[in-house]
């Protein structure tokens, strides 16, 4: 007959060794649907050091976050060449403003920077891609078939998905508004 004190351990492993099981089928993390595992180390931001720019970009304390996965419409940039907005620029820099200030939680993914050192991020508010809610509102195309998954296929799929399922944008696509508009200095 089992001691007390090894029954209690013999239940302990069996419960951590299901919990393990769990986790592994189903992930450890909400934003992994379907159970495929990927796990992801969020950084919840502080909302009060939040400075919005554009659709696609805003200030973080004393660096730059570009959202992964989006290009947004164009707004005056002086700075780099732009003089003009692009048509639904302002729209789409007012619904990221809102979304970010008007949300529980934000949190931050980070990639890397790109060659303007800006960091490129999945951003997440209230537990949900940024990147979706701009493609589903129509004021972003998606980039994931340019520049590929950036190492977040779950993550990538999902924002494929949602411009599979969404609207057209009604704008040119950035890139080639900018190629249009923009000065070299």
């Known amino acids: ?9 013999i239940t ?4 951590l060794g299901l919990l393990s099981v769990f986790l592994k089928k189903w992930g450890s993390n ?6 495929r595992g ?9 909302k009060s050091a939040i400075r919005p720019d554009d659709g696609d970009t805003f200030f973080y304390k004393d660096f730059v976050i570009r959202i992964l996965g989006i290009d947004a419409p164009e707004i005056i940039h002086k700075e780099h060449g732009i003089f003009e907005d692009q048509p639904y620029g302002l729209k789409a820099a007012a619904m990221t403003a809102d979304l970010l200030r008007n949300a529980k939680v934000v949190e931050y993914l980070p990639f890397q920077k ?10 997440f508010v209230d537990e949900e891609l940024l990147a979706i809610r701009l493609i589903r509102a129509g004021l972003a195309y998606e ?8 190492g977040f296929p779950v993550l990538a799929e999902r924002i494929l998905k949602a411009a599979q399922e969404s609207p057209k ?12 508009h923009q000065k070299k200095q």
């Open 12 to 15: 302990g492993l069996i419960a």
């Open 30 to 35: 909400p934003w992994a649907e379907g159970g």
């Open 114 to 123: 790109d060659k303007y050192g800006r960091l490129l991020a999945h951003v």
């Open 1 to 9: 007959m089992l001691s007390r004190r090894r029954y209690i351990l």
């Open 169 to 180: 944008p009604p704008f040119e696509r950035p890139y080639r508004w900018r190629r249009k």
């Open 38 to 46: 990927e796990h992801y180390s969020l950084i919840r931001i502080d």
């Open 143 to 150: 980039t994931i078939s340019y520049f590929g998954d950036n």
